[in-house]
């Protein structure tokens, strides 16, 4: 055999490769690595230097090029060359200023303002929506807790009610003090505090109109443990404890939220107001509640307001008359609170908010929701739909031992207090419209 290495196409022959430069086994330099002689005297021959290998045969699948591993360059097949990136628009290679490229889709655009997105003018309009929203229920929440952080709360009373429907006992009471002129003198005899408004505010809980009954303050009824009195005298001696007990005495209403103003509230009210509408039959002139009023539509400021509302010795039915002109500064005072006027006008609303809570006490059990049920039935009955009357009198001028009072219909007045009781307020107002039309005739 050649001492020398030679290539044969032939597969099947022996061929003598060259000494490794390592050991395939060890990973060691061999002597040719090392430059040692392999053929000394004696000397072992060098691992694997005359390692035979048989080549295998040629696969029929394996393509032709690649039994040509040791081919040269040349021969060996090339990869298609790879385009280089592309230059971004408006560069050519090289960092050089080129003319822009045609981007796909269509030509570049000039220089001028880029029209706005669809997908960003939506987002956008999301946005100002979110933000009504929240202005939407961030501003009556703010409201109302204007005003519920001005209530006052009653320590110690609790409604129970018992009937159907939502009834509330709303109070007016009138506190004047002595006062003094510059001269030390006393100029008002009436002091203490007394309930010179008594009305019952019921919203049925099924369909029907809202019912506001006036309960004369003079109401001749019995006061549970003193006996037969005027009604305003259980607050006297009761508070209001005892006035609710005695309504639901005389009722057979369960009162469920007892509501207390302040006949002083009332002026600051309509003063946060701006002023408040009414239109009186006949003019009042009441040096005792210190107002002169003409007849006809005008608008009342705070003092003249609370003179209305107090005036009783004008009218030859007296307090008859006077929960008339309460109940209708009570609704002129409503419709003013819930116009656009006052509610889009934060320089109305929240002063407006704020006097109205100050002249306000509620029972301890009320909370906020109570207050804005109150509200909700104060708005209904002072509207279109709502029912207004006076507890059907037979006798204003009774002689009693507690002085003259107010006797009830007896007859009419229990059908009004049946037709309560069993929620039934369209039977109230088919009532009212009865004894309104017997009356007039």
Same mark, same amino acid.
């Given at each position: 055999?050649?001492?020398k290495p ?6 099947t ?6 000494a490794p430069?390592?050991s ?15 053929d000394?005297p004696g000397a ?9 290998m ?5 696969s029929?699948?394996r393509?032709?090029?690649a ?13 298609p060359?790879?385009?280089p990136?592309a230059?971004?628009?408006g560069r050519?290679?090289g960092?050089r200023?080129?003319?822009p ?9 000039g220089p001028g ?5 669809r997908?960003?003018r939506?987002?956008?309009?999301r946005a ?5 929203v929240?202005l939407?229920?961030?501003y009556p ?11 006052g ?5 609790i409604?129970?009610?018992?009937t159907p429907?939502t ?9 004047r003090?002595?006062?003094?002129d ?11 505090s007394?309930?010179?408004?008594i ?8 369909g029907?109109?809202?019912?506001m ?10 006061v549970?443990g ?7 005298a ?6 209001p404890?005892?006035?609710v007990s005695?309504?639901? *005495? !005389?009722?057979g209403?369960?009162v469920?939220?007892?509501v &207390?103003? $302040?006949?002083? /509230?009332f002026?600051s009210?309509?003063? %946060?107001?701006?002023?408040v509408?009414v239109?009186l039959?006949e003019p009042?002139?009441d040096?005792?509640?210190?107002i002169?009023?003409?007849?006809g539509?005008?608008v009342?400021q705070?003092?003249d307001?609370?003179g209305l ?8 039915t ?9 109940r209708?500064?009570?609704?002129a ?9 006052v ?10 908010? *704020? !006097?109205?809570?100050?002249a306000?006490s509620v029972?301890? &059990?009320? $909370?906020?929701? /109570?207050?804005?049920?109150?509200l909700? %039935?104060?708005?209904k ?10 507890v059907?009198v037979?006798?204003?001028d ?7 009072a107010?006797?009830w219909d007896?007859?009419?007045?229990e059908?009004l207090?049946d037709?309560?009781r ?7 107002q088919?009532l ?5 039309a017997?009356?007039?005739?």
């Amino acid at each position: 055999m050649p001492d020398k290495p030679y290539r044969d196409e032939d597969p099947t022959r022996q061929i003598r490769r060259p000494a490794p430069l390592r050991s395939p086994t060890t990973g060691r330099p061999t002597a040719a690595r090392l430059g040692r002689p392999t053929d000394e005297p004696g000397a072992a021959p060098p691992e694997d230097a005359t390692q035979v290998m048989r080549r295998p045969a040629p696969s029929a699948t394996r393509p032709q090029a690649a039994t040509q591993r040791y081919a040269t360059d040349a021969t060996r097949p090339q990869r298609p060359a790879t385009a280089p990136p592309a230059p971004p628009l408006g560069r050519a290679p090289g960092g050089r200023q080129g003319p822009p490229r045609t981007p796909p889709g269509g030509p570049a655009r000039g220089p001028g303002p880029r029209p706005p997105r669809r997908r960003r003018r939506g987002r956008g309009v999301r946005a100002v929506v979110l933000v009504l929203v929240a202005l939407l229920v961030a501003y009556p929440l703010a409201l109302g807790w204007t005003a519920w952080s001005n209530v006052g709360k009653i320590p110690g009373l609790i409604t129970a009610g018992g009937t159907p429907g939502t009834t509330f006992l709303l109070v007016g009471s009138d506190s004047r003090a002595e006062s003094t002129d510059d001269e030390g003198q006393t100029t008002t005899d009436t002091t203490g505090s007394r309930t010179d408004t008594i009305l019952l505010l019921h919203a049925p809980s099924g369909g029907g109109p809202t019912v506001m009954v006036s309960l004369p303050r003079d109401s001749y009824v019995e006061v549970p443990g003193s006996g037969m009195n005027k009604l305003n005298a259980s607050y006297a001696l009761g508070g209001p404890e005892l006035l609710v007990s005695t309504v639901e *005495a !005389a009722t057979g209403l369960g009162v469920d939220g007892y509501v &207390e103003t $302040g006949f002083g /509230g009332f002026s600051s009210v309509v003063d %946060a107001l701006g002023g408040v509408e009414v239109d009186l039959p006949e003019p009042i002139e009441d040096s005792f509640a210190d107002i002169d009023l003409p007849a006809g539509p005008q608008v009342l400021q705070g003092q003249d307001a609370l003179g209305l509302v107090r005036t009783r010795k004008t009218d030859a039915t007296g307090d008859l008359a006077r929960v008339q002109r309460q109940r209708q500064l009570l609704g002129a005072i409503v419709a003013r609170a819930t116009s656009p006027a006052v509610l889009l006008d934060p320089r109305r609303s929240f002063p407006a908010a *704020a !006097a109205g809570g100050q002249a306000l006490s509620v029972d301890e &059990e009320s $909370g906020p929701t /109570g207050l804005v049920r109150f509200l909700l %039935a104060m708005r209904k009955v002072t509207g279109a739909d709502g029912v207004q009357l006076t507890v059907p009198v037979s006798n204003p001028d009774l002689s009693t031992s507690v002085g003259s009072a107010v006797e009830w219909d007896e007859e009419r007045s229990e059908r009004l207090w049946d037709a309560l009781r069993d929620d039934d307020t369209e039977t109230v107002q088919t009532l009212v419209e009865q004894w309104t039309a017997e009356t007039d005739g």
